[in-house]
């Protein structure tokens, strides 16, 4: 039987993975998409949460919902930051962002 | 009558019990079972396609006064088994510099929205693979999916048409996208319920295309679109990109992509006749037989307009969808809430 | 309660700058007259309240009283008493002639006296707040017009001088702001009125521990060795005005601070330091006059010698009886005239030879009689000669002291005698010996420049003869306190 | 359903689609009247939150909070709104052409994040909000076509905020787990009545801190701080400077004050970050050249400064936090008028360019001075008396060391805000012709200016508001 | 509820294989005589001159920015479609109100000239 705990564990297991790449990734596109796995990470445990703890409230889904939504938002201001960088000097790693101090 | 009504669901039941009698656990059989109703679709969808590509040839000859394929076979009517053994034996060209697993991917992934899209269409009484509770958003949801093999066809052909066509395809599709989605949104509202068989028994008494003509008209529109087909088929408009995305494509690739344009066409045709022309009702005749000439009819229209309209401009396409279709449908959702809001609370 | 006199004193400057702020850039001249005016308006007012306090009375006159920051029960309440009373007059005094002082000024004249008038209400409202609070809040208001005053108008290394200046007052006012609230919050008494907070009783640790952030906290002020090296930087690079200023007036803020926050709140406290204070004060003391003897530069002398001056006040302080704390005021008051006379009269000299090197000049008495004068009066109050008003004080302090450290109050006298050995030669140097040619054509002290010799020579002379003027006042207020809070505690021994 | 509690924010709403749509109908050359719309509508939203002043209720089952506390915080924002409305007039007209209605309604827009998320009375609406509020803030940082350091402080802010939103939507979720309920008087009640601290209570709370972190820019979130405030155009900086600060401690306090009482669990945290913030703000900023930059690490040890506020974790310290933002507002924003200009007349945010300021701008030498000495602490403005209020709050608990340390930082912090001064006062300057003032510069200027000088000398008024809101909140 | 859904990821295997199946088949019957014309990219029978992979217009990008607007939308719509006769007046406005603001949204992209293909 699936309990609570293997949903949070793969949860756990999807937000270090996220977090490792956010970490490790140099080019911003992939750093975008780890934090999109790290909203994920987050999703599931919403919903898992709602679905063993509170059954027949939505909370954690409509929680979801919005994270979505604003993952979205989040990843479509990104990409356009990111078209504005690659027009300016054709790169998108974050190392090559060396304008200003950092 | 009610037993040929039923003929399909009888099947499936009297295969349930077999295997059950065989002593198969429950898993067992329910695996087996949507192994069967797949079979069954795929069937279905490659028969249709198959005898598709002979109709719409025949009906383009009629259309513009010819006759057709008429050679191989008593009118032309062997024409397809003769082209698909062509195509299977034809040698497979992987150009050199294009992304390799990319390219190979791509026609394997074009079918999986379709096949994953027919799961929930109900073809009569009954005879649904999965009446998911959700069944339109997941209808949407796998619809968009279509994109993605294109746009990864485009892509890793690293030919300049391709690509192009890839860029158009994905920026055509994700346009009318947004109109049909809100077209179904109105029916939604007058039902109630996403579920598919929800919709269709909502329209015993009176179809949606009468409540919701507009909405029709705009999802006939974008369903064309969505399946690139004329007169809305610039992705792959031979006479300025060759032939777009599948430009580079030979053999059995090729041939999947045209296979899931028809079964695309199927299952848009399918759609409509679910959503706004009452799904499998109708008098006299068993359910899944209206629906088949429903979806018939459906799709002989969406030939008959490809073979009338001219192509569309690129631009003028964008502008038709972003600046005419989507408002509308907006509207439409608006005029729609209304309507039903006074409905109930008024009584009209 | 009649006039707010207190308020007046510290907020005619306060007006006097708001007018200058609307005086256009280049009315230089209606300016300095506002700036005298206001400063003026001081002067009297806080004249007219050294003669009218009532000395039968004592304690704490002209009271005023205005609620200000209920949550902390801070009170914008003003009062003299005998301890604040002659700092308040040496402060209208210095700057009144402080504002003559610089009328020959003609650099960025208007933010000038902006500045310098901002400075001074600050340094009176030190003086005058009965309110702990309003006292540190006073005390730094003259902080930061200090940093721009010496950055823009002063000379040699400007810029390090008023850093290092500005930072050291502010380091030394972190300490005294905890003290501060430490005090606020171990009385939970809601209050921050001194008189409230002297009458508390603290326990032994606690006195020891804020009277030792009280004791660095000013004694950056004083400046008390080894926290002084801000101050001859300071009083060399500062302008004429205020190099008196800062030296007459503002390291008094330390030996006022120290006495008010220190030994008024914490008795035991400052008796547990007392000989910490004691030893560090000898060095003051004689390090001052020993390095003073070396230096080149006239006004590092004077620097220098303020260092050592002040270390008597702290003597005075440390031995914690009525007469060494007489003697303490009394030598606060005293130095600030005298010093200031003594900036006053080198800037004039620079005003003219654009040096201050002491070799450099020779002399000069022939070429300007007036200054040489005021130098020597001021030479001589320096080293303690009786008639003028430092006698008195150092007196006061060398028998207080005696009575509780011995052995420092003779070490103490020493740094007479070195003092008169600098200041002998300085005079010597500078206003006697050969003519050096080159000042030829210097002419002497006139108009503007004549009122501060004039005014400070004669307070010096004045409170030298009458030295009762002064010293009743602070005994006044002084002696209630030593008696309450002093009385039965022994201090001293060893030294 | 009492409308008129959330009234504000129905009129930012709608405030913000009025500008964006009468810029619809407008020609673009037409569009500069729409800073003075803002600014006037601004305004009248500030009355509005004035007269809600003293209201507590709660909208929707708690989902939504109307207390003293979020109207102060909401006043706080739009104040700040209204002087960047007023800052950023001439400059996004010279700088950022042709943007100007996006820019006054994206800058809209981040009030009404920042509305909602002091209001926030459970974690979906806090959430929710604080990305309105960063979205915006993104794009306002991004706008800047012709500033070439603009896309790049936005690419970074937009990464950082991402991951740190990830991180506290993370912790907020654990949170929800354990308290089955995202309300905040929920979870309130839940750690109220946990017996033990569980780890994953703890593991939350660390999440959470670390994402509100990021928002108040401590350390060690604080590394995008300097570059996007050195690369967003300059209003933008000083919005981001006060507002979002001011906005992300309020939610802090809220949450920290009121939801996680299990102080005891997060105090160590927190005063660790507290002093590394203090510490490394004050010192980073020395050897700054770009005053922008200089900003940035003084605005990094000002949090550190406001944190102390919750270390206190008392009334005082919860008033000193609030008072200490307010000012905050005025000095920071004072000093960002003064940057606006110059950076839009002599294209410098050099701090050597700044020489000799007092000649060709006396105002703004001025202005620039009290200030940065109000940031520093100088008495008798408004920051000494903040600076005071917080330290006695946090020397009643006991945090002897803590003040030491912080008294000792903001010594340092005089050294660099003085060295901006000796350039302006003490040096002369490079070319001599004076710098023009916009008259609307010039009035939000003189009100800073002013109004640091008061809260200094008289601070009773909004220390006595402090106090009541305080009163309720934490009863 | 789970079989269903256990249903659509067969169909999905299913899906896959099928595909990979045509491929096998063909790949049986097919000739393979590789020849280096053969592999060059198509372009008319001209040679490919540059890069393939270059930048394109950044049109395609607005509309998929506005695409993805709308695409959101959809996930609070249809909830809303399937609920809100029984949900009364307040639902029925607040999602007009929703929906008004999108359109403003998309009023200003029109006017901005998103929907221009230049």
Known sequence: MITLQHYLILSAILFCIGLFGALSKKNAVAILLSIELMLNAVNINLVAFTKFLTPGELVGQVFAIFVIVVAAAEVALALAIVIAIYRQRNSVAVEDLDWMKW | MSVLDNLFVKIAALVRTTLTGLGLGDIWVNLAMVILYLAGILGVMMTAALVLVLVERKIAGFIQLRPGPNRVGPWGSLQTVADTIKLLTKEDIIPACADRKVFMLAPVLVLVPTILAFAVIPFGKGMIATDVNIGIFYLIAVSSLATIPFLMAGWSSNNKYSLLGGMRAVAQMVSYEVPMVFSLLGVVMIVGSLQMSAIVEAQSKVWFVLLQPVAFLIYVIAATAECNRAPFDIPEGESELVAGVFTEYTGMKWALFFLAEYANLVLVSAIATTMFLGGWHGPVLPGWFWFFIKTSIMIFFFMWMRWTFPRVRVDHLMHFGWKFLVPLSLANIFITGIGVYLYKTIGW | MGMPLLSIIVLAPILGALIILFIPENEDRIIKWVAALFTGVSLIASIYVYVSYDQAKGGLQFLEDIPWIEKFGINYSLGVDGISLPLVLLTAIVIFTGVFASWGMTKRVKEFFIFLLTLVAGVFGVFVSRDLFFFYLFFEVAVIPMYILIGVWGSTRKEYAAMKLTLYLLVGSAFALIGVIAVYLYTGLGTFDIQALTAFKYDPFFQKFAFFLMMVGFGFLVPMWPLHTWSPDGHVAAPTAVSMLHAGVLMKLGGYGLVRAGIFLFPEGAVFWSPVIGLLCIVNVVYGAMVAMAQKDLKFVIGYS?????????????????????????????????????????????????????????????????????????????????????????????????????????????????????????????????????????????????????????????????????????????????????????????? | MNFTLISPEILTTALAFFVLMVSLMIPKEQRRGLSYVTTLGLLGILGNLIYLLGVNDTFLDGMYIVDSFSTYFKILIVISAIFVSMISTEYVDKELPGIMSEYYSLLIFAVLGMMILVSAGDVITLYMALELMTLSFIALVGFGKGLKKSSEAAIKYILLSALSSALLLYGLTLVYGLSKSPLLVKIAKYVANAPTLEPVMILGLVFVLAGFSFKISAVPFHMWAPDVYEGAPTPVTAFLSVASKGAGFAVLLRLFMQAFTNAEAWMPIVVTIATLTILLGNYVAIPQTNIKRLMAYSGIAQAGYILLGLIAYSNSGLEAAMFYAMLYVFSNLGAFAVITVMGKEIQSDEIEDYSGLWKRSPLMAATMLVCLLSLAGIPPLAGFYGKFYLFTAVMEQGYLWLVFVALAMSLVSVYYYLMVAKVMYLHDPKEPSTIPVSLSMKVTMIVTLVITVFLGVYPDPLTNVAVSVVRVFLP | MLQQYGAIGLFFIFGIIFGFAALATNWLLRPKKPHQVKLETYECGMETIGETWVQFKINYFLYALVFLVFDVETIFLYPWAVTFQKLGFFAFVEMFIFLAILVVGFWYAWKEGAFEWQ
């Open chain 3, 306 to 495: 303020s260092v050592s001056h002040m270390g008597y006040v702290l003597l005075g302080i440390a031995a914690l009886n009525t007469i060494s704390i007489n003697g303490a005021v009394a030598q606060m008051f005293a130095h600030g005239i005298m010093t200031a006379l003594f900036f006053a009269l080198v800037g004039v000299i620079y005003d003219k030879a654009h040096t201050r090197v002491i070799a450099d000049f020779g002399g000069l008495a022939y070429q300007m009689p007036r200054v040489a004068t005021g130098f020597v009066i001021a030479g001589l109050a320096s080293l303690g000669l009786p008639g003028l008003n430092n006698f008195v004080a150092e007196f006061l302090i060398f028998v207080g002291a005696y009575k509780t450290y011995p052995i420092l109050a003779i070490l103490a006298v020493s740094g007479v005698v070195i003092t008169a050995v600098y200041v002998l030669r300085v005079v010597q140097k500078v206003f006697f010996g050969p003519v050096n040619p080159k000042w030829a054509d210097l002419t002497d002290a006139k108009g503007a420049q004549m009122v501060p010799i004039v005014v400070l020579c004669g307070v010096l002379i004045l409170f030298g003869f009458f030295p009762s003027l002064l010293i009743d006042v602070i005994n006044n207020g002084v002696d209630p306190f030593v008696n309450t809070y002093l009385k039965h505690i022994t201090v001293g021994g060893g030294f």
